[in-house]
């Protein structure tokens, strides 16, 4: 059975900092690509950040670059996005998502509020 739950989400202040998890099982973690994605209250959802298999390589969507890293452990099967200097704009839920040519896997989300 696939799943992939994410945790971390809560409240910050702007400016500050939170790292997301996302921990996979019932697939070959090692093969995905991974991806984080958010969606605002009344927008659409958008790719944040995606970190590709085997090589490593990441992509970040121009409003977060400088801000968030993405990265993954490949031994625990967990992959991260540490976030930093968050703004109220930030304030969305994040999806973990993993993807290959055929499969396509979405956790449930976890919100994060940046609030002062």
């Known amino acids: 059975q696939v799943q992939l739950v994410e945790s971390g989400g809560g409240l910050v202040q702007p400016g500050g900092s939170l790292r997301l998890s996302c921990v996979a099982s019932g697939f070959t973690f090692s093969r995905y690509s991974m991806n984080w994605h958010r969606q605002a209250p009344g927008k659409e959802r958008e790719l944040v950040a995606t970190i590709r298999s085997p090589d490593g390589s990441t992509n970040y969507v121009q409003s977060v670059k400088g801000r968030f890293t993405i990265s993954r452990d490949k031994s625990k099967n967990t992959v991260y996005p540490e976030m930093n200097s968050l703004k109220p704009e930030d304030t969305a839920v994040y999806y973990c998502?993993?993807?290959?040519?055929?499969?396509?896997?979405w956790g449930q989300g976890t919100q994060v509020t940046v609030s002062s």
């Open positions: 998502n993993a993807r290959t040519v055929t499969d396509n896997y």
